[in-house]
């Protein structure tokens, strides 16, 4: 399984740093939709789902954390830490976030807004579903 980590340009000066994201220039697909998350408490872990149709870009703006990315055959861990740094999650990929820093904030860039039917939440059922592909 490939992991394709975008690294954004940076426009820094002695004022510090900026980073821009343009749709189709910066990030691959048309953004429909921007969510994070913060405080998430200690030992916390979210996401285990997978989505059917929905791409995202993950970058974790401040602080740190962990997303395992699953295929249903092959299992990677990824460590974000860099504000400047974007994890591309496809389609069809089951995904867990976790070691969140205390100061972690995990923003997404989704190509969909939000719709739960797109959600597969049941492991079997998403090797299933890979599997009918
Ligand atoms: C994903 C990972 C990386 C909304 O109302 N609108 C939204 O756009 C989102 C993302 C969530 N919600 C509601 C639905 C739940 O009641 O917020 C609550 C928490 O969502 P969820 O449990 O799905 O959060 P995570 O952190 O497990 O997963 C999220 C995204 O849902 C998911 O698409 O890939 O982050």
Known sequence: MQIVKYQFQQHGDERGQLVALEEFNDIPFKIKRVY?????????????HAHKSLEQILICIHGSCKVLLDNGKEKKKVFLEK????????????????????D?????????????????????????FINRK
């Not at 994070?36 to 285990?48: L, S």
């Not at 995990?106 to 492991?123: F, G, K, P, Q």
């Open 104 to 128: 972690a904030v995990l923003m997404c860039l989704a190509s969909e807004v939000y719709n739960e039917e797109d959600y597969i939440r049941d492991y079997e059922e998403f090797l299933k």
């Open 36 to 48: 994070y998350m913060y405080d998430t408490g200690e030992g916390v872990t979210r996401g285990y």
């Open 83 to 102: 504000p400047y740094e974007g994890l591309y999650v496809p389609n069809n990929m089951w995904r867990e976030m976790y070691d969140f820093s205390p």
